[in-house]
């Protein structure tokens, strides 16, 4: 296995981890102290153990003060996943906040468990650009780069990760190894630290010492995949693509080998072999126009029986979801206008802090895919300052987010 780099950004610092077949190699950090992303990257590439061939690949992990990760539900049965990808690429609006610094958007890792539903992230394209060009700046090649919330569960053990950067928190919520829930908040410790307490990194993190939790992200971000749906994977220039001799004379040899079979197989053997499928498929042709009738019969009673049972699973009272806007609400807000249809609805409240309430309603039960619509502006109302804010939301299933005691029969 050949080597492998982690690189972690954070709000003050850059961590880099090598690990080969799971071994840690070495850990360095460079501080963003007055310095760009790309100064501090360049740094810890240029340490002499980094040379040699093969180029180590390179996975970097950003963390969530410039990298977001959310959970999305409502997602449309879409089978080809580069479709889905360009749908939350072309909404990022409504699924990421927006502070003026360009977005790249992930893929979507799917739900196993749920349909619908999946993770999506969003790291600033500046960071992205600098890893890049840190990494070409040294000879080698940036193959992939994730959040940071998506790699801890890699490096750490626990149901519940704690993760610090700049003033921005987040609890990463585990189940069997997977993400299952996540909590993003702004205004916490101005420290990158999860806990401080070596035991909570795994066996082959821990070789790093008493601070080894301190390269967790860059320790997750090195042995994370780079086909995983969450990772970026920065354009490739056909310049940057070695040729290597092994792949040329694997390309002659196959050329080879191609041309000897053109001029060897006769034209006759080719027409007898296609008059056989011919006929294979015109026998066939009455079974596939059978299939075909009892698949349309089949989807016309699949559509009639969903019809019927929509018109149940979808009713949801009103009521149930004007008592939780109501408890969502955080202090020194208030409902302006709401307006609730059967697929959703959008109210207009005044609240301290936007993105605060939006955080609120992400835990509503009643409540699905809150997005802003529209801009954030400030008012005065009662001697403060509010910022009012439009919100689209759609409702869930009824079965999936009301629980039993609370239907109405």
């Not at 302006?336 to 959703?344: H, I, K, N, P």
Request: proline share 6%.
């Amino acid at each position: 296995m050949s080597r492998r780099i982690g690189i972690a950004v954070s709000v003050d610092a850059v961590r880099a981890v090598a690990v080969r077949e799971g071994v840690v190699l070495w850990a360095a950090e460079s501080s963003l102290d007055g310095r760009s992303i790309e100064e501090a990257v360049a740094e810890l590439l240029s340490v002499r153990r980094v040379r040699g061939w093969p180029r180590p690949t390179i996975i970097a992990a950003v963390g969530p003060a410039r990298a977001q990760l959310r959970r999305l539900s409502g997602l449309p049965p879409v089978v080809d996943d580069a479709a889905l990808t360009r749908l939350v690429g072309e909404s990022a609006g409504r699924f990421f906040l927006k502070n003026g610094i360009p977005l790249v958007t992930t893929g979507v890792r799917r739900d196993r468990d749920s349909d619908g539903e999946g993770w999506a992230g969003a790291i600033e394209q500046p960071v992205i650009v600098a890893l890049d060009a840190a990494c070409r700046g040294r000879g080698m090649r940036l193959s992939a780069v994730l959040p940071t919330l998506s790699v801890l569960p890699h490096a750490l053990h626990g149901d519940s990760l704690t993760w610090h950067d700049g003033d921005v928190s987040a609890c990463v919520i585990v189940a069997d190894g997977r993400l299952t829930g996540l909590q993003r908040t702004i205004g916490g410790s101005a420290a990158s630290v999860v806990a401080n307490d070596a035991r909570e990194a795994v066996p082959l993190l821990a070789t790093l010492g008493a601070d080894a939790w301190r390269f967790a992200d860059a320790y997750g971000a090195a042995i994370a995949s780079s086909r995983d749906p969450l990772a970026i994977r920065p354009a490739r220039s056909r310049a940057d693509v070695p040729v290597r001799p092994r792949r040329l004379v694997a390309a002659g040899i196959a050329c080879s080998v191609a041309l000897v079979i053109a001029i060897a197989g006769p034209t006759l053997m080719a027409r007898h072999t296609a008059a056989q499928a011919t006929a294979a498929l015109s026998l066939l042709a009455p079974q596939r126009r059978t299939a075909e009738t009892a698949e349309s019969d089949l989807a016309h009673v699949s559509a009639a029986l969903e019809e019927v049972a929509a018109f149940d699973r979808d009713r949801q009272p009103v009521t149930l979801l004007l008592d939780d806007l109501a408890h969502a609400l955080p202090a020194g807000s208030a409902l302006v206008t709401l307006r609730v249809d059967s697929a959703g609805g959008t109210l207009v409240a005044l609240a301290p802090r936007a993105a605060a309430l939006l955080e609120r309603l992400e835990h509503v039960p009643t409540v699905s895919t809150p997005t802003f619509v529209g801009p954030v502006t400030r008012e005065a109302a009662a001697n403060a300052e509010v910022e009012r804010v439009a919100i689209r939301f759609s409702r869930p299933r009824r079965s999936a987010t009301v629980p039993a005691s609370r239907r109405t029969p």
